[in-house]
T-cell receptor, first 117, second 116 residues
């Protein structure tokens, strides 16, 4: 079985400050990890993914995420938040072993990011 | 190129009616997924198609839900005898290969279904 937890329903940050959106996961084997962003009345937009290699992954719009195997975490970060970053963020996991969970992504409950001017 | 498209964008129906939701994946993508996004349940996997293989239906919540994919491209999700708890946003995604589990899934804008 695989699962994802996003412990914060909402994160508030001032524009220009660094932001972190937390994600922890559980898989039987090793994980592939993804972050998506959803703007109002829109579908999910891919931000970045961790497959293998460097634990620090850089993605779209200045976002990055750090894979930490010992803490089973994949927190999303950005050095300087913009008001336009305000949206709903989803972390997702897929076990690398097909027999464990198939091809589906398992999503966290989402975190609403509010960036205030 | 064009992304994943879904139609209709909004659908309002009465309890007990059948509905069909359509998804056009990105051209050339062999894998197609349906998910459901609702307030109480978050994002849930429904069904997965990969090429000509039998679909993975493990996420379908009841036998009122079915989906097909014709010609390896367009997919239709059908909900029979709709119930109020079916109200949600239905999201479709496609990916290039599917069997390559590193594939990124690209999502459409969704269909918002409201069952009165």
């Amino acid at each position: 079985a695989q699962s994802v937890a996003q412990p914060e329903d909402q994160v508030n940050v001032a524009e220009g400050n660094p932001l972190t959106v937390k994600c922890t996961y559980s898989v039987s084997g090793n994980p592939y990890l993804f972050w998506y962003v959803q703007y109002p009345n829109r579908g999910l937009q891919f931000l970045l993914k961790y497959i293998t290699g460097d634990n620090l992954v850089k993605g779209s719009y200045g976002f990055e995420a750090e894979f930490n195997k010992s803490q089973t975490s994949f927190h999303l970060k950005k050095p300087s938040a913009l008001v336009s970053d305000s949206a709903l963020y989803f972390c997702a996991v897929r076990d690398i072993l097909l027999r464990n969970a198939g091809n589906m992504l398992t999503f966290g409950g989402g975190t609403r990011l509010m960036v205030k001017p | 190129g064009a992304g994943v498209s879904q139609s209709p964008s909004n659908k309002v129906t009465e309890k007990g009616k059948d509905v069909e939701l359509r998804c056009d994946p990105i051209s050339g993508h062999t894998a197609l997924y349906w998910y459901r996004q609702s307030l109480g349940q978050g994002l849930e996997f429904l069904i997965y198609f990969q090429g000509n293989s039998a679909p993975d239906k493990s996420g379908l919540p009841s036998d009122r839900f079915s989906a097909e994919r014709t010609g390896g491209s367009v997919s239709t999700l059908t909900i029979q005898r709709t119930q109020q708890e079916d109200s949600a946003v239905y999201l479709c995604a496609s990916s290039p290969q599917g069997q390559g589990r590193t594939d990124t899934q690209y999502f459409g804008p969704g269909t918002r279904l409201t069952v009165l």
